[in-house]
C-alpha cells in the first residue's frame, strides 16, 4: 500500500463547515482551514460585523431546529454539500452551585447547546457525506466532559459527556462508510468566555484575577504547562486530524489541555 498520497495536511478542494466560527477557537479553526486550502463556511447567531468577511457566513441559531435545516438547505443549494463539519458550537451558560442550582430550564438549554445542536447539524449533513463516501466530522467537546466540576460546571460537563458518547457511536457507525468522526476536549484556552468566567469569579469572590485563575486551576488539579490553551494551538490540532494525515483516526478524544486531564 502507498500511504505517500495520504500524508498531507493540504485542504484544497474541501468544503468545511465551522460552528461557530465567528469568535474564540471556532474563529481559529476556520481561519487555519482556509490558510490550508479548504473553502470555508462559518456559521454564527450573529455576523462577525468588524470587517472578518473572508468566510462565507451563514446565520443561524444551532439551538433552533428550523434554524438548523435552513442552514442545511442553503449549504446543499450554494456548496452541493460539505466534506469537513467542525461543530464547534458551545459552551457553558448556566450558574455556579451544584445540583439545588440547576433547574429543568438550566438542563435542556446546556444540552440543546452542547449535545441537540451537533446531533442536528450531523443529521441533515450526513446523507450526502454517506453518498459520496467521504468527510470528516470533528466535535468540540471539552475536558469537563471526562472531569467535572459540580460546583463550577455540572450541566456543561455532563453534556459535553454525551457528546462525546454520541460521538463515539457515530464513528463506529459510519467507519465503513469513508466517514471519520473524532472529538476534540480543550482545556481552559484563552477565548472570551474564558476571560469573562475567570473575571465573574475574580468579582464575585473580591479577589484579582490572578488569584482568580490560580484559584480556579487549583479546583481543577492545576495545568502542568502552567498557562491556557491558545486558540491557534486547537486549530493546529483540529487541522491535522480533519488531514489525508490523519487518515486511520477515528472514534477518539483528543485532550488538548496542557496536560490538565489527571488520567492516563
Ligand atoms: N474557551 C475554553 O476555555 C473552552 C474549553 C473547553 C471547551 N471549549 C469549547 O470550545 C467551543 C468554542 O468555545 P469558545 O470559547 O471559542 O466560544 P466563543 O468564543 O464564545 O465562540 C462561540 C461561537 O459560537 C457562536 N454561538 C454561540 N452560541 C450559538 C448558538 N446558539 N447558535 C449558533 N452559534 C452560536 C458564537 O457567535 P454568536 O454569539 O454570534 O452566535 C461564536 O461564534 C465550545 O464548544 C466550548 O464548549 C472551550
Same mark, same amino acid.
Given at each position: ?17 465551522v460552528t461557530g466560527g465567528t469568535k474564540g477557537i471556532g474563529k481559529a479553526i476556520a ?11 462559518v ?43 467542525i461543530?464547534n458550537v ?32 450531523? !443529521?441533515? +449533513? =450526513?446523507? @450526502? ?5 467521504? *468527510? ?6 471539552? $475536558? ?69 485563575? !490560580?484559584? +480556579? =486551576?487549583? @479546583? ?5 504547562? *502552567? ?6 494551538? $486547537? ?30
Open positions: 500500500m502507498n500511504n505517500k498520497q495520504n500524508q498531507t495536511t493540504d485542504l484544497t478542494g474541501k468544503r468545511a463547515l481561519d487555519e482551514l482556509a490558510r490550508a486550502g479548504a473553502q470555508v463556511i456559521s454564527a447567531r450573529n455576523h462577525p460585523g468588524d470587517g472578518n468577511t473572508e468566510h462565507y457566513f451563514i446565520a443561524a441559531d444551532l439551538t433552533k431546529p428550523e434554524q438548523v435545516t435552513k442552514m442545511g438547505q442553503e449549504i446543499m443549494e450554494q456548496f452541493q454539500g460539505i466534506d469537513i463539519l461543530n458551545g459552551g457553558l451558560t448556566t450558574p455556579p452551585g451544584g445540583f439545588s442550582t440547576l433547574t429543568d430550564e438550566h438542563w435542556e438549554s446546556e444540552l440543546q447547546l452542547n449535545l441537540l445542536s451537533a446531533i442536528r447539524l450531523d !443529521k441533515i +449533513l =450526513l446523507p @450526502q457525506m454517506i453518498e459520496q463516501q467521504s *468527510g470528516v466530522i470533528i466535535h468540540i467537546s471539552s $475536558v469537563s466532559g471526562r472531569q467535572p466540576l459540580w460546583n463550577l460546571n455540572m450541566a456543561y460537563a455532563v453534556s459535553k459527556a454525551a457528546l462525546n458518547s454520541y460521538s463515539k457511536a457515530l464513528a463506529t457507525e459510519l467507519a465503513t462508510k469513508g466517514i471519520r468522526v473524532l472529538t476534540v476536549s480543550p482545556g481552559a484556552t484563552k477565548t472570551p468566555p474564558m476571560e469573562k468566567f475567570i473575571q465573574d469569579y475574580a468579582t464575585s469572590t473580591g479577589i484579582n484575577i490572578e488569584e482568580a485563575f !490560580k484559584q +480556579l =486551576l487549583a @479546583q481543577t488539579g492545576g495545568i502542568p504547562m *502552567g498557562r491556557m490553551a491558545e486558540p491557534e494551538e $486547537v486549530a493546529s490540532l483540529v487541522h491535522f486530524l480533519v488531514s489525508p494525515s490523519a487518515a486511520y483516526l477515528t472514534g477518539t478524544n483528543y485532550a488538548i489541555d496542557g496536560g490538565s486531564l489527571p488520567v492516563v
